[in-house]
Nanobody
Framework: QVQLVESGGGLVQAGGSLRLSCAAS????????MSWYRQHPGKQRELVAR???????NYADSVKGRFTISRDNAKNTVNLQMNSLEPGDTAVYYC???????????WGQGTQVTVSS
């Protein structure tokens, strides 16, 4: 089992920055990918950014150049630095990990990010 605890959401004006953090505990040695997803009201969850154990990353087109995902394997944390925030970034952000053993993925509880215009 893996437990995920997120922090760092909040309210910010357009153009501002926020940093989300997610701390993993439990069977962390099974974690492969660490990711951030977001869910806009009434829409499906979408991938924002993902980072592999080796540090390779991929991003949604909508956040490229503005968001940066990073990972500390020693501390079992994943962070999402969000700059130049836009009202369209308003959503609930979820930490997500993929693991080598079942159930193969876990979700955090979610943290609200609100960007005012």
């Amino acid at each position: 089992q893996v437990q995920l605890v997120e922090s760092g959401g909040g309210l910010v004006q357009a153009g501002g920055s926020l940093r989300l953090s997610c701390a993993a505990s439990g069977s962390v040695f099974t974690i492969i990918f660490m990711s951030w997803y977001r869910q806009h009201p009434g829409k499906q969850r979408e991938l924002v950014a993902r980072i592999n154990r080796d540090g390779s990353t991929n991003y949604a087109d909508s956040v490229k150049g503005r968001f940066t995902i990073s990972r500390d394997n020693a501390k079992n944390t994943v962070n999402l630095q969000m700059n130049s925030l836009e009202p369209g970034d308003t959503a609930v952000y979820y930490c997500h990990v993929n693991t080598m053993t079942g159930p193969y993925f876990y979700w955090g509880q979610g943290t609200q990010v609100t960007v005012s215009s």
